[in-house]
């Protein structure tokens, strides 16, 4: 039998500095209407001068550990997914691993992009279940504000910086075979389509530019694809394990723009007030914009035990992916 993996605590970080479309309009050529209209972002954070990528993992990771009571030693692996790494090596991961002064264990990142945290959760689960892990720490963690464009009014609005992390440790109460009422993470699905990489990418890296190179993005594709991808891997979870959409108490989905929301809510059938949406204050995180939104709605009560949470996020690659999971 393998052991099913469960979520036993989350928190998350916001860079203090929070700016507004009013306030962007005054650089960049656009207005608060255009980006409420268009994307539903009203504000979004943006990190300091000098503050890393693992600068906001170990704030969330801290936060994490102290809500599911995990001592740092007790981690046997940590995941970071991000996009925007301090340095092109070591990995993130590595540096919030010293922070954490764990003296064991092993650390990672994970690059999907705005499906980075879909992807590490699943790699989590997947190293619990197998047994070669008990105890794993997921964060997903960006700085995009630092491979933006901002001369490119079309990508430059629509970003912001945060992290958010949870601690995904061996449930030994549940295995496999006991059914989708019982907690953890009952699924995950992973997807890629390496051939769409041409509408959503950066136009630099180590090997190709030797510089980090910018965000460039063909919106009008990539918002027709998530569409698609997302719904069809909704589906794909919930007939994994024989569930409907009318089971599901939470979407918590990446948060790219509100009218990606509003149509895979529309799609399953689930009324916003079951959508937990933070697109208006954080803006797009890429990695880290589930875990943020996931904290912030199991912090303030509206995640309970025993509920059916789906995750789902697409981003550049394309990947997607989805997860369910019962609280
Ligand atoms: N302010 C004002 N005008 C702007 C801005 C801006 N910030 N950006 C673009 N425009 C102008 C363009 O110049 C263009 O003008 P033109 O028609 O005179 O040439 C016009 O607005 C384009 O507008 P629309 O066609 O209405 O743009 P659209 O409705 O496609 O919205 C958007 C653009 C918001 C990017 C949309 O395509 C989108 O959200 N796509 C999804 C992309 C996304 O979310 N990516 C995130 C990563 S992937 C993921 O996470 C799912």
């Known amino acids: 039998m393998m052991q099913r993996s469960y979520i036993a605590g989350c928190g998350s970080y916001l860079p203090k500095r929070c700016v507004t479309n009013d306030e962007l309009s005054e650089t960049v050529d656009t207005t608060d209407e255009w980006i409420v209209s268009r994307t539903g972002i009203k504000s979004r954070h943006i990190a300091a001068d000098g503050e890393l990528t693992s600068d906001l993992a170990y704030e969330a990771a801290i936060r994490a550990l102290e809500h599911s009571n995990t ?71 960006e700085t995009f504000s630092r491979i933006l464009d901002w001369e490119d009014r079309s990508t430059c609005v629509l970003f912001g910086d945060g992290a958010g992390a949870v601690v995904v440790k061996a449930d030994p109460e549940n295995s496999d075979g006991i059914g989708a009422n019982a907690r953890g993470i009952l699924s995950t699905h992973l997807h890629s389509d390496g051939k769409h990489a041409d509408l959503l990418y950066v136009d630099g890296g180590p090997s190709s530019t030797q510089t ?23 589906d794909e979870a919930l007939n994994a394990n024989g569930l409907e959409r009318s089971d599901l108490d939470w979407l918590v989905p990446h948060q790219a723009n509100k009218r990606i929301l509003d149509s895979t809510a529309r799609k399953l059938g689930l009324s916003e007030d079951r959508v ?22 199991v912090k303030d009560g509206r995640i309970q035990a025993g509920q059916l949470i789906l995750l789902e996020a697409m981003g550049g690659g394309l990947t997607w992916g989805a997860s369910l999971i019962r609280w």
């Open 71 to 141: 001592d740092p030693d007790d981690i046997d692996l940590v995941i970071v997914a991000t996009t925007t790494p301090d340095q092109t090596f070591p990995a993130t991961a590595t540096k919030v691993q010293a922070r954490l002064k764990m003296k064991n264990g092993a650390a990672f990142d994970i690059q999907a992009v705005c499906s980075g945290f879909i992807y590490a959760l699943s790699v989590a689960d997947n190293f619990v279940r197998a047994g070669q892990a008990k105890t794993v720490l997921v964060i997903g963690a």
């Open 276 to 297: 937990v949406i933070t697109v208006d204050r954080h803006a797009n995180t890429s990695a880290a914009s589930i875990p943020l939104a996931l904290d912030e709605a």
């Open 212 to 234: 980090t190179g910018h965000v460039r993005m063909v919106g009008k594709e990539v918002f027709r694809h998530a569409v698609i991808n997302l719904a069809a891997v909704v």
